[in-house]
């Protein structure tokens, strides 16, 4: 794959960019955005975010010297052209592979790869870290945080500039990529000519001293204090950075790659931390990734050529059953309201923030303050969905805890990419909250097994009094004919097949593939019952006991981990109730899954049809064996 590219292919890693003209390297940057287009096409993956930073990872692998010098990249997808230029370009075409290198960042993956990032809003805190570490340690070096994409609505990240700006740490750079999906830039040749002399080494050493011995003066600090901040905010929106102890400089134009080097050289000298200010393209160099970078943001597979996306036929997806549900719930109940943090289009909320805008509320990259502003809708008297992935509520927990359950607010928590989530792998796998949930009172956690059983359980959630998660996966559902809503009983299972020598308890996902399951051990002569365990918390008590009565064998099934999920649930209920039942539980192994396709590790976990038949035909044989 790499034949074609002239400089790729002789590129042996980051020292040959220290030797190459900017004619070389304005090539070679193209040659980076083609591989990520050819790559991603066929594999899927983040497109935008790392095509805009492909000159500021040139000027970061030209102006410091990793692993030596720490960068450390915020989220992880926009460093493609990290891995590339850094020691991956012959294996980057396993991008999101199953075996493949990981489509976000991770230590144990290489050197260069400083902290792991999946999640928004860390490398600050993080870079912040390895820079007081090696300062104890009396390491040398330069610490590096690049954060962007989004990624400075978040608290954690002023959290982090709040204790920097504290500590005031020497050789820490901070570099915010605005790409139009966060602070908006004030761009321009004149702003980056403004930056470049901002910091130049005779203005800073200038400003230093001027400081120094303004120190000595009465009164005389303050005034010179505030005209600057001033005359710089005339001229740049650094000032809040200012303010919180950084020597603010920008904004920079993130793809002229002189300027962006000798910025970086320059700061480099600048006493106290420093947030460097760049703007740059999301998508650049591909047309429809510029026009249209929210789409692009991540993709899956599609025609290079066109920007045409290879679509397969299948049935609806799970978020869009969902988005369609709100549309239509909104109409039976006016106090309904939507938050949802920075995931409209991911969530399927874009129908409903166009019919309802004021009824609908993204807050950004705040897991935390989305739950307790949802809280305090609730207090007053609406009914808020608050729309989370999976992965992302574990972000909000103590404000599920604290200020939803505690107050026994009714907040609905909508919960997306539950499960297996696939090629973006551990970082966004959904394989805990029904562990995390289970475990807090008043909460009511519910699994729909298919799209209008999904409907059925929102309506049924809208019509409660108190917290109540209802949580889907990630993808194609199963193509169930949807129409109208009903009420559920809170609490209530649903007996699906009958069966005689083992009772399988399955929940969301996994009902099906335990139907089919059946299927293929009654063919082996094992008559295995199936029942769609809809409610997590509470469970039906009364079919439970019956259950008991019926069924010699309990097979739990589930997607997610079985360390304290619903199968820890049943054997609890059981120990209460003093009843001894031999139990298998399927589910997520005690630990972390790799990316790789959805179906296909699901396959090596065992929870599709073929898996759950196995673990069960062994568990009944097993059984027999011991009545023996």
Known sequence: MLERYRMLKEYTGPIDLKYMSYQELTELGQEVRDYILEVTAKNGGHVGPGLGVVELTIALLRAFNPPSDVIVWDIGHQAYPWKILTDRKEIFPTLRQYGGISGFLRREESLYDAFGAGHSSTSISAALGFRKAMDLLGQEGYVVAVIGDGAMTAGMAYEALNNAGHLRPNRFIVILNDNEMSISPNVGAISTYLSKILS??????????????????????????????????????????????????????????????????????????????????????????????????????????????????????????????????????PELVVITPAMREGSGLVEFSQKYPNRFFDVGIAEQHACTFAGGLAAQGLKPIASYYSTFLQRAYDQVIHDIALQNLHVVFAIDRAGLVGDDGPTHHGVFDLSYLRCIPNMVVSAPKDEQELRDLLYTALEWNGPFAVRYPRGPAYGVPTEGFKKIPVGSWEVLLEGEDVVILAVGYTVYQALKSAELLRKEGIKAGVVNARFVKPMDDVLLTHLCERYPLFVTVEDNTVVGGFGSGVLEWLSQKGILKKTLLIGIPDKFIEHGNQNLLRSLVGIDAEGIAKRVREFVKKSELHML
């Open 200 to 333: 130049g080494r005779f203005v800073q050493e200038t400003r230093q001293k001027v400081k120094h011995l303004l120190e000595h003066i009465s009164g005389a600090g303050r005034i010179v204090k505030l005209t600057e901040e001033f005359l710089k905010g005339l001229i740049s929106p650094g000032i809040i950075f200012e303010e919180l102890g950084f020597n603010y400089i920008g904004p920079v134009n993130g793809h002229d790659l002189p300027a962006l080097e000798k910025t970086l050289e320059n700061v480099k000298l600048i006493e106290g931390p420093v947030l460097l200010h760049i703007y740059t393209k999301k998508g650049k160099g591909y047309k429809p990734a510029e026009n249209d970078p929210v789409t692009w943001h991540g993709v899956a597979p599609y025609k290079r050529e066109s920007g045409e996306f290879i679509k397969k036929p299948s049935p609806p997806t799970w978020t869009s059953v969902f988005g369609r549900a709100v549309v239509e719930l909104a109409e039976v109940f």
